[in-house]
């Protein structure tokens, strides 16, 4: 689908070439979907105090990184991206590998955000999906976002929890 779509008065491109639409991660010889990729990049920019509407974004994320491995803001926060979704799937196959299994809470918490972004599509007056499409990029859609937040939940949970436990020492180990 190529055109554009208006959100919060602004003009956003739905579609484009064929390199926007690759993602530029791979984890385990796997190519990431792009759309899941690209919830994670906007998901990240925002939980980082990112107005990804302010007129001045672009110009921020074109500008040089405070962090000096990293030209840009928008490189600093791709690698970001990166490294989260990285960290998400090492956690996630060693989850599975100990027998856990994404629980229906983390889809129930999930769900919760997606209502929360169906309450600011509503004040907006638009759709769910275009609101999403808008704020996240044109490919990802309600299941994008309900399996990534599922999923990053599910390793947010594990991580603090059973796999934690794992790797705590033992009353021998600790005194050694």
Known sequence: MTGEISLSGRILPVGGIKEKLQSPLIINGQMVDSAE????????????GVDIFA?????????????PNFATQ??????????????????????????????????????????????????????????????FGSQVDEQVVISSLAKQYFVEDYSSGAKLNELQASDEQAEA
């Not at 990729?37 to 980082?48: A, G, K, P, Q, R």
């Not at 007129?55 to 962090?67: C, G, K, Q, R, W």
């Not at 090492?90 to 989850?95: K, M, N, P, R």
Request: glycine share 4%.
């Open 37 to 48: 990729f690209s919830f994670m990049y906007h998901y990240i920019l925002i939980d980082n």
């Open 74 to 135: 928008r490189e600093f926060f791709l690698n970001l991206t990166a490294k989260k979704m990285q960290t998400t799937a090492i956690l996630y196959d060693d989850a599975k590998a100990h027998g856990y299994d994404i629980e229906p809470e983390h889809y129930v918490l999930a769900r919760a955000y997606v209502d929360w972004l169906r309450g600011k599509a509503n004040e907006l007056g638009i759709s769910l999906d275009t609101y999403i499409k808008g704020v």
């Open 55 to 67: 007129a001045d974004t672009p110009e921020m994320l074109a500008s040089p990184s405070e962090d």
